[in-house]
């Protein structure tokens, strides 16, 4: 039987964080932020809020209008996230927990800005063969807590949020009709925080030399961006016998709002067919598909039938894509 997305949800910080607070902390104008990255505003979680927080309040927030029988047959709950609570044990445990799951398998996924794809992907693949069972995916990241609040090129694009789904089995022609995933480890510098694991410890050194802070080589993974977008989406229409005219609505991971208009533009993409949240919320990582897909279903509801592409990169480098026909 399909597996497709039957409920969303999302929850982002209520501290709005403008581009006049990140030219103070950078020195660059508010002029140069919104012509370079087109975000102008983005959220922050408060000091005493983690990750967890934030993806419990997003996952309510899709159980909220389903029945109970759904939450009584959850056989999985996956969180992606490259910012947990911390290194042990999963963020998804606290999840579990603050949701009353007892005994659903329950772990994280890190794929950077990808996590949630790899998520779905997953949950879909384990949910086959269950038909009388949901899945619960969870993207939550807090990157204001690792960022260099110096370095303009970073701090202006992020911001904290969650968003999530649950997936449950569909009619026949709906739900995802093909996904696909690809990584290249031989990139994984372009994006990373160095400090902090078993290679490089977080100590004084690395505290005093900022190895502890998110890195970006912005340059490269757009380049990445540009080209590894383009390829995976086509092979993924391609499994399907698609064409990207046939798309109804897209939800890529917002990277910025400046590359988002430019890959339309490369693709011939009608800028009404392309979701945005990264002017107001900059880019939530694996927030972003799941919070993106939400917003527009509020935005403008899904309708029947509608055939939507979402579509990541991420660190790694990391990218995926799935088609769904909305049900």
């Given at each position: 039987?399909?597996?497709?997305?039957?409920?969303?949800?999302?929850?982002?910080?209520?501290?709005?964080?403008?581009?006049?607070?990140?030219?103070?902390?950078?020195?660059?104008?508010?002029?140069?932020?919104?012509?370079?990255?087109?975000?102008?505003?983005?959220?922050?979680?408060?000091?005493?809020?983690?990750?967890?927080?934030?993806?419990?309040?997003?996952?309510?927030?899709?159980?909220?209008?389903?029945?109970?029988?759904?939450?009584?047959?959850?056989?999985?709950?996956?969180?992606?996230?490259?910012?947990?609570?911390h290194?042990?044990?999963?963020?998804a445990?606290?999840?579990?927990?603050?949701?009353?799951?007892?005994?659903?398998?329950a772990?994280?996924?890190?794929?950077?800005?990808?996590?949630?794809?790899?998520?779905?992907?997953?949950?879909?693949?384990?949910?086959?063969?269950?038909p009388?069972?949901?899945?619960?995916i969870?993207?939550?990241?807090?990157?204001?807590?690792?960022?260099?609040?110096?370095?303009?090129?970073?701090?202006?694009?992020?911001?904290?949020?969650?968003?999530?789904?649950?997936?449950?089995?569909?009619?026949?022609?709906?739900?995802?009709?093909?996904?696909?995933?690809?990584?290249?480890?031989?990139?994984?510098?372009?994006?990373?925080?160095?400090?902090?694991?078993?290679?490089?410890r977080?100590?004084?050194?690395?505290?005093?030399?900022?190895?502890?802070?998110?890195?970006?080589?912005?340059?490269?993974?757009?380049?990445?961006?540009?080209?590894?977008?383009?390829?995976?989406?086509?092979?993924?229409?391609?499994?399907?016998?698609?064409?990207?005219?046939?798309?109804?609505?897209?939800?890529?991971?917002?990277?910025?709002?400046?590359?988002?208009?430019?890959?339309?533009?490369?693709?011939g993409?009608?800028?009404?067919?392309?979701?945005?949240?990264?002017?107001?919320?900059?880019?939530?990582?694996?927030a972003?598909?799941?919070?993106?897909?939400?917003?527009?279903?509020?935005?403008?509801?899904?309708?029947?039938?509608?055939?939507l592409?979402?579509?990541?990169?991420?660190?790694?480098?990391?990218?995926?894509?799935a088609?769904?026909?909305?049900?």
């Open positions: 039987m399909p597996v497709g997305v039957i409920s969303i949800g999302s929850h982002v910080p209520p501290r709005v964080v403008t581009n006049r607070e990140i030219a103070a902390w950078t020195g660059a104008t508010e002029e140069w932020l919104a012509e370079r990255t087109g975000v102008v505003e983005r959220r922050y979680a408060a000091d005493e809020d983690a990750t967890s927080d934030l993806a419990t309040l997003a996952a309510q927030d899709a159980l909220a209008d389903l029945e109970p029988r759904v939450r009584k047959r959850l056989a999985l709950l996956v969180v992606a996230t490259c910012t947990p609570d290194p042990q044990p999963a963020t445990a606290l999840v579990q927990d603050r949701l009353g799951l007892t005994d659903v398998p772990f994280d996924v890190n794929a950077v800005c990808s996590g949630f794809l790899y998520a779905l992907t997953i949950t879909e693949a384990m949910l086959k063969e269950r009388d069972a949901y899945g619960l969870v993207g939550a990241d807090i990157f204001s807590r690792i960022m260099d609040r110096r370095d303009r090129r970073t701090v202006s694009l992020f911001g904290d949020g969650a968003g999530a789904v649950v997936l449950g089995h569909v009619p026949d022609g709906y739900g995802i009709l093909a996904s696909r995933l690809r990584s290249d480890g031989t990139l994984h510098h372009l994006v990373g925080v160095e400090a902090g694991g078993t290679r490089s977080l100590d004084e050194d690395a505290l005093a030399a900022g190895r502890h802070l998110f890195q970006m080589d912005g340059r490269q993974v757009r380049e990445y961006a540009m080209t590894t977008l383009e390829r995976i989406i086509e092979e993924t229409l391609a499994d399907c016998g698609m064409k990207i005219d046939e798309v109804d609505r897209f939800v890529f991971h917002q990277a910025n709002t400046r590359l988002l208009e430019s890959f339309a533009a490369t693709l993409i009608d800028s009404a067919r392309v979701a945005l949240t990264a002017p107001h919320l900059g880019n939530t990582a694996a972003s598909v799941p919070l993106t897909l939400h917003h527009a279903h509020r935005t403008q509801p899904l309708r029947r039938g509608e055939l592409l979402f579509a990541s990169i991420g660190g790694g480098m990391t990218a995926g894509c088609l769904t026909r909305w049900y």
